[in-house]
């Protein structure tokens, strides 16, 4: 059974940083394509960035520049550094596996990251 547990949400000011982690177990994580996902109050959840097991990966528009997603295959671990960050990042993110040939989708509880002025 595949399990998805991230870390590292918080509180954090306007401009600071913050680094998410998504540890993945029972599932063949190197195949696999990694994502985080967002969904802030009142709001449907959003595609933040993504990274297939080849390294490509594609981030929002509204935080090109600003996050990177990285992942560590020996770790069966995803990570998404955030700097810069502003009041409209604040949200559960949610970390997402998906595998390619299948389709099928597995996501973790979320994790909830708040940014104050």
């Known amino acids: 059974q595949v399990q998805l547990v991230e870390s590292g949400g918080g509180l954090v000011q306007v401009g600071g940083s913050l680094r998410l982690s998504c540890a993945a177990s029972?599932?063949?994580?190197?195949?696999?394509?990694m994502g985080w996902y967002r969904q802030a109050p009142g709001k449907q959840r959003e595609q933040v960035a993504t990274?297939?097991?080849?390294?490509?990966?594609n981030y929002q528009d509204s935080v090109k520049g600003r996050f990177t997603i990285s992942r560590d295959n020996a770790k069966s671990t995803v990570y998404l550094q955030m700097n810069s960050l502003n009041s409209e990042d604040t949200a559960v993110y949610y970390c997402?596996?998906?595998?390619?040939?299948?389709?099928?989708?597995?996501w973790g509880q979320g994790t909830q990251v708040t940014v104050s002025s």
């Open positions: 990274i297939a097991s080849s390294g490509t990966s």
């Open positions: 029972g599932s063949i994580f190197s195949v696999a394509i």
């Open positions: 997402n596996l998906r595998y390619p040939n299948t389709g099928r989708s597995f």
